[in-house]
C-alpha cells in the first residue's frame, strides 16, 4: 500500500549525522549544521567519489535508515536509482512532485515501477487543484511566471515531503548543466536544510542507459520520442534539429530559466528557486 500522508508524519525517529534523534516536530524549524559537520559531508562525499551507486545507496541507508527518503520525476537516473533500492532498501520512502500537470506516459510509469520492484512512488500533490489553481491565478500561471508555479506546485511539495527526514537522494548528474556541475555526492542542501546524496552524481548519460538497457529498467516512452528531459507537458516538449542540450526543451520559451528550482545551488530572493 502506498503510504499516507498521515504514515509519513508518524515516520519512526531517526538519528541524524549530528548525533541526535530528530522527529517530524523538530523537522518544523531550520538546522544549522556546524563548520565541523559541513566537513564531515565534504570527507565523506571525498570517499565516495570512488564508489558505485548501488555502494553510495548502501552507505546512505546505513547511515540515515528511516530517516533516508528520495525524490524522484521518473527520469531514467531516478528509475536507476529505484532498481538498485528495490535490493538495498526497498522499504525507503520515495516520493514524486504530481504537479497536476505530469504527462500520462509518467504516470503509467510509476504503476510499472511498482510492479517490477514493489516500490510503490507516493505522488504528493498540492492542495489546490489545477483548474483550481488556474482559477486563483486568472489562467495557467506558467505561461505568465513560471519560476512562481514550479515553486507552488514543486517546491512546496519537496518541502511536505522531507519533513521527518534527515536525508534526501536525487538522480541528478553532474554533466547534466552548469547549475549540476558541482554537485557533491554527499553535501548539505540549505534550501530543505537536510543533507542531499546523489548516487549518480559522477555518471554520465551513457552509463545510465547503459544500466537500462542491461537491466532492463522500465523507462518513459516519451524517451524515445526525442525527449531526453521530462517535466510537466505544459513547459516540456522534444529536442528540435541541430540541438545538443537535453534541457533545450524544457522552458524553451524562457531563456533563463533552466530549472525548476530543486537542485539550483545560489541563494536567490528566499523563494527556493
Known amino acids: 500500500?502506498?503510504?499516507?500522508?498521515?504514515?509519513?508524519?508518524?515516520?519512526?525517529?531517526?538519528?541524524?549525522?549530528?548525533?541526535?534523534?530528530?522527529?517530524?516536530?523538530?523537522?518544523?524549524?531550520?538546522?544549522?549544521?556546524?563548520?565541523?559537520?559541513?566537513?564531515?559531508?565534504?570527507?565523506?562525499?571525498?570517499?565516495?567519489?570512488?564508489?558505485?551507486?548501488?555502494?553510495?545507496?548502501?552507505?546512505?541507508?546505513?547511515?540515515?535508515?528511516?530517516?533516508?527518503?528520495?525524490?524522484?520525476?521518473?527520469?531514467?537516473?531516478?528509475?536507476?536509482?529505484?532498481?538498485?533500492?528495490?535490493?538495498?532498501?526497498?522499504?525507503?520512502?520515495?516520493?514524486?512532485?504530481?504537479?497536476?500537470?505530469?504527462?500520462?506516459?509518467?504516470?503509467?510509469?510509476?504503476?510499472?515501477?511498482?510492479?517490477?520492484?514493489?516500490?510503490?512512488?507516493?505522488?504528493?500533490?498540492?492542495?489546490?487543484?489545477?483548474?483550481?489553481?488556474?482559477?486563483?491565478?486568472?489562467?495557467?500561471?506558467?505561461?505568465?511566471?513560471?519560476?512562481?508555479?514550479?515553486?507552488?506546485?514543486?517546491?512546496?511539495?519537496?518541502?511536505?515531503g522531507v519533513v521527518g527526514r534527515t536525508a534526501w537522494m536525487s538522480g541528478i548528474r553532474r554533466d547534466q548543466s552548469e547549475d549540476r556541475a558541482q554537485a557533491a555526492i554527499v553535501g548539505w542542501d540549505k534550501k530543505f536544510n537536510m543533507v542531499k546524496i546523489s548516487p549518480l552524481a559522477n555518471w554520465t548519460k551513457q552509463d545510465v542507459w547503459k544500466r537500462v538497457l542491461d537491466d532492463d529498467v522500465p523507462y518513459n516512452p516519451l524517451h524515445d520520442q526525442g525527449y531526453p528531459s521530462i517535466g510537466c507537458w505544459p513547459c516540456t516538449r522534444a529536442l528540435q534539429e541541430g540541438e545538443t542540450d537535453d534541457r533545450s526543451g524544457r522552458w524553451s520559451s524562457y531563456a533563463q530559466k533552466t530549472e525548476c528550482g530543486l537542485h539550483t545551488i545560489q541563494e536567490s530572493d528566499g523563494s527556493g528557486i
Open 1 to 160: 500500500m502506498t503510504q499516507t500522508a498521515t504514515n509519513r508524519s508518524a515516520a519512526p525517529a531517526a538519528a541524524t549525522p549530528m548525533g541526535r534523534i530528530t522527529t517530524p516536530a523538530d523537522r518544523q524549524g531550520p538546522q544549522e549544521p556546524t563548520a565541523e559537520f559541513i566537513a564531515e559531508l565534504a570527507e565523506q562525499s571525498a570517499r565516495l567519489e570512488a564508489a558505485t551507486p548501488s555502494e553510495i545507496i548502501f552507505w546512505a541507508h546505513q547511515r540515515y535508515g528511516m530517516g533516508l527518503t528520495m525524490a524522484t520525476a521518473f527520469g531514467p537516473e531516478g528509475c536507476v536509482i529505484l532498481s538498485m533500492l528495490a535490493a538495498i532498501a526497498p522499504e525507503t520512502y520515495v516520493f514524486n512532485l504530481d504537479t497536476g500537470y505530469q504527462f500520462q506516459q509518467t504516470l503509467d510509469l510509476r504503476d510499472r515501477i511498482a510492479e517490477k520492484y514493489g516500490i510503490e512512488v507516493d505522488m504528493l500533490q498540492p492542495e489546490l487543484t489545477v483548474p483550481e489553481y488556474e482559477a486563483k491565478h486568472g489562467g495557467p500561471l506558467y505561461k505568465a511566471n513560471p519560476t512562481q508555479c514550479c515553486f507552488d506546485r514543486k517546491i512546496k511539495l519537496l518541502q511536505q
